[in-house]
């Protein structure tokens, strides 16, 4: 096993280790984590791929999806995190019921 393949099956793992935290954990705080878990996976299967076919440098264009996408995903995190306070002082709840679940 190479060192990309290594990096890009860590990815992956940490992709559904996330995905696994967002459906099963109901509180609010915990799904926003895993999803920054989530893209802590697809930002190292980003860095794996980037590098896999070329000796002298690495492919631009996966690196500056990395670097985008780090943006968006502390953007999203502020984001989350204020509509889950917003949620908070309205409800008094940090926890989703299984009512308030989309099936």
Do not use: C, W
């Amino acid at each position: 096993m190479s060192q990309y393949q290594f990096y890009s099956l860590a990815g992956m793992v940490l992709f559904a280790l996330g995905l696994h935290a967002l459906v099963i954990l109901p509180h609010i705080l915990r799904k926003i984590l895993s999803i920054n878990i989530m893209a802590g996976g697809v930002f190292l299967f980003l860095i794996s791929i980037a590098a896999r076919n070329f000796e002298d440098f690495p492919d631009p264009v996966p690196q500056a999806m990395l670097l985008t996408g780090v943006v968006v995903a502390l953007s999203a995190t502020a984001f989350a995190v204020a509509l889950a306070r917003r949620i908070y002082t309205v409800t008094g709840r940090s926890e989703l019921d299984e009512e308030d679940r989309v099936p």
